[in-house]
């Protein structure tokens, strides 16, 4: 076997497996055999028991960011990908327009959370707006660059083949776009979580941004370990769902 | 029969503010329809201009065009005219199969006559059949061009216009998509410009070879090879009358450039 650096296919499986494994047990070991106290560093199985004890008070509190993240990942990107395509059909808008949407990108979400929160008060929505401001710009740009990056001599075919514009949106600009579209999407399925437990943190009593809060203060870092844990979870959780829309979509 | 190309006068170029360029200038030019022209000329002569112009892709600034008799943009909304890019232009995520039927997805608004759909009888004669279902990135560059020929001949077209379509082949490959392209023509008679760098292809293919000299674009030698060819505008590379015409072709060129 020569590929990837001479290792056989089961050996490419095995070892990220023991390699998270050595890390785990030298987490449990190691780290409490150094002195390190557990109420900065739990050990792994403390953490898992949490899940076991409380399971119920966890998933509580994940469906919150779960619905936030969802909703914020969709409105968010949906808006972005619709304001693209009108800002690649009318220059004149995208000119007037372009410049103020860059400016708000230069805001940081952070400064601007608690005036989003103040708009929209303590409930989800809050919340979902950050996840979607967050995902927004970044999925703008992509778009942008994806549905003009069909090249001259594709658009001199479609010109040629006489085609109006809704065929070159659907038949060219759309295709050629979504490559970039997904690269950002696959960032925004982390992007969106972030957003989330930051509105979390700003005002919430539910949550894994509000569970990580109530969790530090109250010195429970095994449960506050359990809450990082489910935050990736539910990141990974959205970036395979992004991943295999895009294996569908993408075949070539 | 008339005339497939008509231009008189043609100056086309790129108004800008700054800089306007003129890329032809009083061109002149008459293609017999069912003629097989070949149109050679040094870099940025306005050998691919014009046939953005015949291909309705340009608006020339002043002069007369008429294709087919008529206006390039109802032969282009008639679906009358085929065009081949130097890259295939081969839409990536479409299979070679799909990437022909494109011609019967779009633009069908414009049409006064239906198109049929030939997709498997022009896969087999473009001996694409068996590669159908690949995409284009898992074709060679010959394959990717015969799919792309294939694609320009869907809609029938009656004019058949072809941007350096060879040039990026290796030699045996362009060789042999030129005779493809010989026999295609003597099945079809279909009006074929065809813009080429090399002055070997374009005497071989051409049964009219003419060369554009640059700054500004116009027509500078024209030659009907048909009383140096066999009948059928067939020709044998090593033929001495051939390598001499060649030479010819080379001195218009080099005193073109």
Redesign the interface.
């Known amino acids: 076997m020569i590929a990837h650096g001479g290792l056989s296919p089961t050996a490419q499986a095995v070892l990220p497996i023991l390699g998270v494994g050595s890390l785990l047990v030298a987490w449990q070991f190691l780290l409490p055999a150094a002195g390190v106290p557990a109420y900065i560093v739990p050990t792994p199985s403390a953490i898992f028991a949490v899940f076991a004890k409380s399971g119920p008070l966890l998933l509580g509190n994940f469906w919150p960011t779960a619905i936030e993240a969802i909703a914020g990942f969709t409105i968010g990107n949906f808006s972005a990908i619709l304001l693209a395509i009108v800002f690649v059909h009318s220059r004149i808008l995208q000119a007037a327009y372009f410049p103020v949407v860059l400016f708000f990108n230069t805001i940081p979400v952070l400064a601007l959370s608690p005036i989003i929160i103040l708009i929209f008060g303590l409930g989800m929505t809050p919340k979902i707006v950050i996840a979607a401001v967050i995902c927004f710009f970044p999925t703008l740009i992509n778009m942008i660059r994806g549905l003009d990056s069909a090249?001259a001599?594709?658009h001199?075919?479609?010109?040629?083949?006489?085609?109006?514009r809704s065929?070159l949106f659907w038949?060219?600009r759309l295709?050629r776009a979504?490559p970039m579209l997904f690269s950002s999407l696959r960032i925004a399925s982390a992007t969106a979580v972030i957003g989330a437990i930051v509105g979390e943190w700003i005002g919430s009593d539910k949550g894994l941004g509000a569970l990580i809060i109530q969790a530090t203060f109250n010195y429970q870092s095994d449960r506050l370990y359990a809450a990082i844990v489910l935050s990736s979870l539910l990141s990974i959780g959205l970036f395979l769902v992004v991943v295999t829309v895009e294996r569908k979509l993408?075949?070539? | 029969m008339g005339n497939a190309i008509h231009a008189a006068g043609l100056d086309v170029g790129y108004p800008g503010p700054h800089h306007p360029t003129t890329v032809l200038s009083g061109l002149d030019l008459d293609v017999e329809a069912g003629t097989f022209l070949s149109i050679l000329g040094p870099s940025g002569c306005g050998k691919s201009t014009l046939l953005?112009v015949i291909?309705?892709?340009i608006e020339p600034l002043a002069g007369e065009i008429r294709v087919l008799g008529e206006t390039p943009r109802s032969v282009?909304?008639r679906?009358d005219?085929?065009?081949v890019?130097q890259?295939s232009?081969l839409?990536?995520?479409r299979t070679v199969r799909d990437n022909l039927r494109?011609?019967l997805?779009?633009?069908r608004?414009?049409l006064t006559r239906p198109i049929e759909d030939k997709t498997e009888e022009l896969l087999a004669l473009m001996s694409l059949s068996a590669l159908a279902d690949r995409?284009?990135?898992q074709l060679s560059g010959g394959q990717r061009q015969r799919a792309a020929i294939a694609r320009a001949l869907l809609g029938e077209p009656r004019l058949l216009l072809m941007d350096e379509p060879f040039g990026a082949l290796d030699e045996i490959t362009r060789d042999r998509l030129n005779d493809e392209l010989l026999n295609l023509w003597r099945r079809t008679r279909t009006t074929i410009l065809f813009v080429t760098h090399s002055i070997a292809e374009a005497v071989y293919l051409g049964e009219r070879v003419i060369v554009l000299a640059a700054n500004p674009g116009r027509v500078v030698a024209d030659r009907d090879l048909q009383s140096v060819k066999q009948p059928g505008n067939r020709c044998s590379r090593e033929d001495p009358v051939i390598v001499a015409t060649m030479a010819g072709m080379r001195a218009a060129l080099e005193a073109a450039s």
Do not use: C, K
């Open positions: 090249t001599n594709e001199e075919l479609f010109r040629v083949l006489s085609s109006n065929e038949r060219l295709p979504l993408i075949r070539y | 953005r291909a309705d892709l282009r909304s679906r005219v085929g065009f890019f890259d232009t839409l990536p995520w494109l011609p997805q779009i633009g608004g414009s995409f284009p990135h």
